[in-house]
């Protein structure tokens, strides 16, 4: 089992940034995907971004161009940098890690990014 700890929600403004942070910790596989996930109220569970253990990335539509997800392998950790932000960008962001971001074994906390004026 692999341990996620999500850091770097909050509040921001409409066009503001954001840098999520998560590190993983436990039993990390040598290959393997770590990304976000983010569920709105009343909404399903989406992918936002990942990145494999060789750089290969895969972002929803609703966020390229303005997201960058990025790894640092030595550290076991991912980072989500949001930029020009809106409010529909507001949910709570999930953590994932797994073989395959398609198939996430495990799921941090959350952490909620508000985007209000």
């Known amino acids: 089992q692999v341990q996620l700890v999500e850091s770097g929600g909050g509040l921001v403004q409409p066009g503001g940034s954001l840098r999520l942070s998560c590190a993983a910790s436990?039993?990390?596989?040598?290959?393997?995907?770590m990304g976000w996930y983010r569920q709105a109220p009343g909404r399903q569970r989406e992918l936002v971004a990942a990145?494999?253990?060789?750089?290969?990335?895969n972002y929803a539509i609703s966020v390229k161009g303005r997201f960058t997800i990025s790894r640092d392998n030595a550290k076991n950790t991912v980072y989500l940098q949001m930029n020009s932000l809106k409010s529909e960008d507001t949910a709570v962001y999930y953590c994932?890690?797994?073989?395959?971001?398609?198939?996430?074994?495990?799921w941090g906390r959350g952490t909620q990014v508000t985007v209000s004026s």
């Open positions: 994932m890690y797994g073989r395959t971001w398609y198939n996430p074994n495990d």
């Open positions: 990145i494999n253990s060789s750089g290969n990335t």
């Open positions: 436990g039993s990390i596989f040598s290959n393997n995907a």
